[in-house]
């Protein structure tokens, strides 16, 4: 298949849009997930910027978020508010957008600003993950807006300010969105060679709180029980419970005091990655089994605070179809597409279990993202934005992917 006259326009338009000039302008701001007044910026930036379409836009506030301090103690987390956009709701063909304004480089992080490498790539915090994305998204909108096609397409527009840290404050904005919709791309970067991400494991992180009783080191250390020792115990329980499709990382212990005293307090931090459903079941089964033997053993109380909040992402036969799709526009444009598996996880593992097909990294190629390594390889903006306004027509001609 070749492109008609007006798929060619389509892209030429997508490709047309300043995109590098508005990430250099968004990287430059430090959005990272706790810096509020950062993110705050970054909200008013993205607002302003995606104005230009048509429909509701707004500033969502978050939901309110919990987490156990190193002391025990839960306590509210803030966060920054979630961009959302609605336009045309009554259209037939509704999809769903997504991506992130929030990165993980905070406030006082060394990396800050951006710089040009000698191989033409933009050394920028947030670069690829995902400033890139958001402007290609939105020049892929906009050419589908100039369009005929548009008064036949609605959809929503998510861009939240949590989810480097798991979207605990924007999923049920996010759930919602999704209702309705034929097919969801989400914006996180593509590899640098353009692979896209496939099949995803899923992710839960618990707080495991565990109080002892304090006592004299040595004078009476019979009389404690240590909290330290048992959330060791546990961590090594949990570790013992890994296997193939599911990774479980006790990845740190809060708790302890001076030397001369038996530590009534520990907290422990543990990650799972869970391949599919029954490895969720598996590993909370193995949770529960090891909360109930330490506190037994060790004659203490054990509470866990968490949940498995990135559910496995497999690709199902609606995913298949929607990267059918992406692969045949890539094709079109001379971009190979693939795709492979991956360990990583984010906003497309909850949009793909509300139901919806999925391609979560049809942002900016780019790498060595979460480190100050970070890349962003400017010429696959124009690539990108036409590869998205490009799959977008095709699904509103056909109506589903």
Known sequence: MTLSASETTLVETARAAPMLAQVEAWVAVNSGTGNLAGVGAMAQLLADAFAVLPGELALRDPDPVERVDPGGTLRAI???RHLHLAVRPQAP??????????????ADHPFQ??????????????GADMKGGLSLMLAALKAVEASPLAARFGYEVVINSDEETGSLSSAALLAKAARGKVAALTYEPALPDGTLAGARGGTGNFAVTVRGRSAHAGRNPEDGRNAIVAAADLALRLDAARRPGLSVNPARIDGGGPNNVVPDLAV?????????SAAIAEAQAALDAAIAAVAAQHDVHIAAHGSFNRPPKPIDPGAQRLFAVVEAAGADLDIPVAWRATGGVCDGNNIAASGVPVVDTMGARGGAIHSADEFLIPDSLPERAALSALTIARIIEKGHP
């Open 93 to 106: 063909v509704q999809m769903l957008f997504t991506g992130h304004m929030d990165t993980v480089y905070p």
């Open 78 to 80: 803030e966060h920054g």
């Open 268 to 276: 422990l931090r543990v990650n799972f990655r869970p391949g599919d």
């Open 113 to 126: 600003t951006a710089r040009w490498m000698d191989d033409g790539s933009l050394n920028a915090p947030g």
